[in-house]
């Protein structure tokens, strides 16, 4: 490896797994303002080239095509900077041997769905849902969804789904058969009951949701290890909390779940976290 882009190397991470991984930050990281950049984009390109992650952080236009043919040996790509500066979009389509995708909402659309390695993205806006039926996808956050496609369904293979701000048609979860974590926040409207059976579902996070529904279904038909509803607004079932048998619990700040409710849940689940709304709309210290 060349000697200076080996000076340069540094440890980047975490790309939504546990694992650190060693590869090039450029500029540098936390570089504000304009002029010269700390590392040339030479630097940048022997990176590319050499097949390392890259985490893009850039202070002034940056154009993708610039990366020519590394372009396809790049396996893991954040762009951490402003999306202001995004140029050559497009070019993310030759991204053959991306593996992790990191991106802020661009104007457009750019198919993604083809690319072979892709397994797990993290994205902002519409721009790029269609990375969600990339064969090999098994792990999304998505953001400041503003439009959902009617007819999109989280895909058979996604095991790890996150959405913040995105409404979810009723029929999104229909194939989501190998979900083995659920988080939903931001959205009006949500219904569990279109979770296939059996899923491999172990944790499930709601917050501020305004109405779920599906929450007896969930907790009878699935291998729920844990559970976390926060400012959900309207719960369709809450007496079957009850009955759940989940290790790990935690509740707070949820209409249906008042100080009278969770005594009651306190007395069977002594292990839960409880933090009720009062009355007069305060929140009760967590039990």
């Not at 993708?64 to 951490?80: Q, T, V």
């Not at 979009?89 to 690319?115: C, Y």
């Not at 721009?127 to 999304?140: C, D, E, Q």
């Not at 190998?178 to 996070?205: A, C, H, K, M, Y």
Request: with cysteine; proline share 8%.
């Amino acid at each position: 490896m060349d000697q200076e882009l080996e000076r340069n190397l540094r440890t980047l991470g975490p790309y939504g797994d546990s694992d650190f991984v060693v590869g090039l930050a450029w500029p540098a990281e936390g570089t504000r303002g304009g002029g010269r950049p700390p590392l040339p984009i030479e630097t940048l390109m022997k990176a590319a080239e050499s097949g390392l992650p890259i985490d893009l952080y850039p202070t002034r236009p940056f154009d993708l095509n610039d990366f020519g043919a590394a372009l396809g040996s790049i396996p893991r790509l954040r762009w951490l900077g402003d999306a202001k500066y995004i140029r050559g979009v497009q070019a993310l389509t030759q991204m053959r041997s991306l593996t992790h995708l990191h991106f802020p909402a661009i104007d457009g659309q750019v198919d993604i769905s083809h690319l072979p390695a892709l397994t797990r993205v993290v994205l902002e806006g519409d721009g790029m849902l269609s990375a969600l039926r990339a064969p090999h996808l098994t792990v999304a956050d998505v953001s400041r969804v503003r439009a959902w496609p009617t007819s999109f369904a989280i895909s058979a293979g996604m095991a790890n789904f996150r959405a913040d701000g995105v409404s979810l048609p009723p029929d999104a979860l229909r194939e989501a058969v190998s979900l083995e974590q659920l988080s939903i926040e931001g959205t009006r409207s949500l219904d569990l009951n279109e979770l296939p059976e059996p899923t491999r579902l172990q944790g499930f996070v709601a917050m501020r949701v305004r109405d779920l529904k599906g929450i007896a279904r969930l907790i009878d038909h699935h291998p729920l290890e844990a559970l976390f509803l926060y400012r959900v607004a309207q719960i369709d079932d809450p007496a079957s909390l009850e009955r759940a048998d989940i290790a790990k619990v935690e509740i707070e700040l949820c209409d249906d779940v008042d100080e009278a409710f969770a005594a009651k849940l306190a007395g069977l689940h002594p292990d839960w976290y409880l933090r009720p709304r009062r009355k007069n709309g305060t929140a009760r210290p967590g039990w």
